[in-house]
């Protein structure tokens, strides 16, 4: 007898799937890198994905917001300040267009200095007057598309790296510039100072083609210990 309706079949199928690309991804890193697969065998439960799904739907734009809103501030001061601008559009994070829409001082009331809502108000613009298409951009490469992202007053690479995480989803991308990221590796690695940016991005030459993941494992060694 047939229990399921084909969307619930189709979301097995899709459980299935990642199951099998998470044990895939972990294999290869386990063998790649023997700090990582302390980590991992540490870990047997860990689902890298479940911290997104205490953020709301993010399309680009809308992981762009969330990226430019936590510059330089607390995971709970974000959370904060996200609370206060989705209550400004009925619930949800706006998209370009409705950003425009709204009084860029109502913005600034809801925790957002002047400069993030000036970067913020850019970045709409681009987007809806055609001079970026989001189409285009969520099917560039890693490198093409954080170079058309940073050229925008305001946006980094930090910016850009976190939202190909949290919207697009892609596998291969590190942050090296997260001081959070850099004090994981620096624990997880035990060395006697503080990682350059360019000391992560060797030492992840070896999480390729896998480095979202092997970023997520770090994050969760040194705040969720087990």
Same mark, same amino acid.
């Given at each position: 007898?047939?229990?399921?309706?084909?969307?619930?079949?189709?979301? &097995?199928?899709?459980?299935?799937?990642?199951?099998?690309?998470?044990?895939?991804?972990?294999?290869?890193?386990?063998?790649?890198?023997?700090?990582? *697969?302390?980590?991992?065998?540490?870990?047997?439960?860990?689902?890298?994905?479940?911290?997104?799904?205490?953020?709301?739907?993010?399309?680009?734009?809308?992981?762009?917001?969330?990226? /430019?809103?936590?510059?330089?501030?607390?995971? *709970?001061?974000?959370?904060?300040?996200?609370?206060?601008?989705?209550?400004?559009?009925? &619930?949800?994070?706006?998209?370009? *267009?409705?950003?425009?829409?709204?009084?860029?001082?109502?913005?600034?009331? *809801?925790?957002?200095?002047?400069?993030?809502? +000036?970067?913020?108000?850019?970045?709409?613009?681009?987007?809806?007057?055609?001079?970026?298409?989001?189409?285009?951009?969520?099917?560039?490469?890693?490198?093409?598309? /954080?170079?058309?992202?940073?050229? /925008?007053?305001?946006?980094?690479?930090?910016?850009?790296?976190?939202?190909?995480?949290?919207?697009?989803?892609?596998?291969?991308?590190?942050?090296?510039?997260?001081?959070?990221?850099?004090?994981?590796?620096?624990?997880?690695?035990?060395?006697?100072?503080?990682?350059?940016?360019?000391?992560?991005?060797?030492?992840?030459?070896?999480?390729?083609?896998?480095? +979202?993941?092997?970023? +997520?494992?770090?994050?969760?060694?040194?705040?969720?210990?087990?």
């Amino acid at each position: 007898m047939v229990t399921g309706t084909p969307d619930d079949a189709g979301l &097995g199928d899709r459980d299935a799937s990642r199951a099998a690309w998470l044990e895939q991804t972990r294999s290869h890193l386990r063998n790649a890198d023997p700090v990582l *697969a302390r980590l991992i065998d540490d870990r047997p439960d860990f689902d890298p994905r479940a911290w997104m799904a205490l953020l709301p739907p993010m399309d680009l734009y809308g992981a762009l917001l969330f990226q /430019i809103t936590g510059q330089q501030l607390s995971v *709970a001061a974000t959370r904060r300040t996200l609370a206060r601008i989705e209550a400004l559009f009925d &619930g949800h994070l706006p998209t370009p *267009a409705e950003l425009l829409g709204v009084d860029p001082g109502k913005l600034r009331e *809801a925790g957002l200095s002047w400069r993030k809502v +000036s970067t913020l108000r850019d970045l709409a613009e681009r987007l809806t007057d055609g001079r970026l298409n989001p189409d285009v951009l969520n099917s560039l490469p890693d490198d093409q598309l /954080i170079a058309e992202l940073t050229a /925008i007053p305001g946006i980094g690479p930090w910016t850009v790296q976190g939202a190909l995480i949290i919207a697009l989803q892609r596998e291969d991308v590190v942050l090296p510039g997260d001081l959070a990221l850099r004090k994981a590796v620096q624990a997880a690695y035990q060395l006697d100072h503080l990682p350059t940016q360019q000391e992560v991005l060797a030492i992840a030459e070896k999480w390729r083609p896998y480095r +979202s993941l092997a970023t +997520s494992y770090l994050f969760s060694a040194a705040f969720e210990p087990t």
